[in-house]
């Protein structure tokens, strides 16, 4: 079975622009999570995803946002970047009931905003 | 409320020797607290998990010990060996995927 694919891998952009994080679910998950991963925060959640409906969401700026489609598969869309956006961005897949199924995750967008 | 807070920051044990990781949260709500491991250039990975309902769970070398009384839970890695140098997240959930992550503990296993 194949893993939570994140694209691309890396990222360099410039203050002020925008872009867009995919993520690509196990097949059979419902559920798609977004973290920002900083050294020394840890990682920090942004939003759910569920059957295409946000479901639940951190507290981050409406900078950030997402989407899922109805394959299941997200993006992660952050606009106006600003040099603290730099950062890991981890997506993790589930099941997504409410039994805590686990999270599978990526490895990772690696974003540098210069 | 929200927080799980996790110590220590970094961890150095030697090859052999049991490493301790510790966790603490305030939200009461919490019913499910996995631990994640994540390599370099890698995202985390479920490494254990426990429920409340139980104060230690073990899987090979790994234990958790969970007090809920003092609200508190900890990673125990007996033997520990150079491959378990990672970085160690402790987390804890109220369902429907609403997980609450600790800041993470480095560790190196030195030979």
């Known amino acids: 079975k194949a893993g939570v694919t994140q694209t691309p891998r890396y990222l360099i952009k410039t203050r002020g622009q925008q872009v867009t994080l995919s993520c690509s679910p196990i097949?059979?998950?419902?559920?798609v999570s977004w973290y920002q991963q900083t050294p020394g925060q840890g990682l920090q959640f942004l939003f759910e995803?569920?059957?295409?409906?946000?479901?639940n969401k951190g507290n981050f700026p409406g900078r950030f946002s997402g989407r899922q489609f109805s394959n299941s598969r997200s993006e992660m869309n952050v606009s106006t970047l600003e040099l603290g956006d730099s950062a890991l961005y981890l997506c993790?897949?589930?099941?997504?009931?409410?039994?805590?199924?686990?999270?599978?995750f990526g490895n990772g967008t690696r974003l540098t905003v210069t | 409320q929200q927080q799980v807070k996790q110590s220590p920051q970094s961890l150095i044990v030697q090859k052999g020797g049991i490493s301790i990781i510790n966790c603490a949260y305030e939200?009461?709500?919490?019913?499910?607290f996995p631990w994640y491991q994540q390599f370099p250039g890698k995202g985390p990975a479920l490494l254990i998990a426990?429920?409340?309902?139980?104060s230690e769970k073990k899987e090979g070398r790994f234990t958790i010990s969970f007090n809920k009384s003092a609200k508190q839970f900890s990673l125990h890695i007996m033997d520990s060996q150079p491959g378990d140098s990672a970085t160690y997240f402790c987390?804890?959930?109220?369902?429907?995927?609403?997980?609450?992550f600790g800041t993470g503990t480095k560790l190196q296993v030195i030979p």
């Open positions: 097949s059979g998950h419902r559920s």
């Open positions: 939200n009461t709500a919490f019913d499910y």
């Open positions: 995803y569920f059957s295409e409906t946000q479901r």
């Open positions: 987390a804890a959930s109220t369902g429907y995927q609403k997980v609450t």
């Open positions: 426990i429920r409340p309902d139980v």
């Open positions: 993790a897949s589930s099941r997504g009931g409410a039994d805590n199924s686990p999270l599978h």
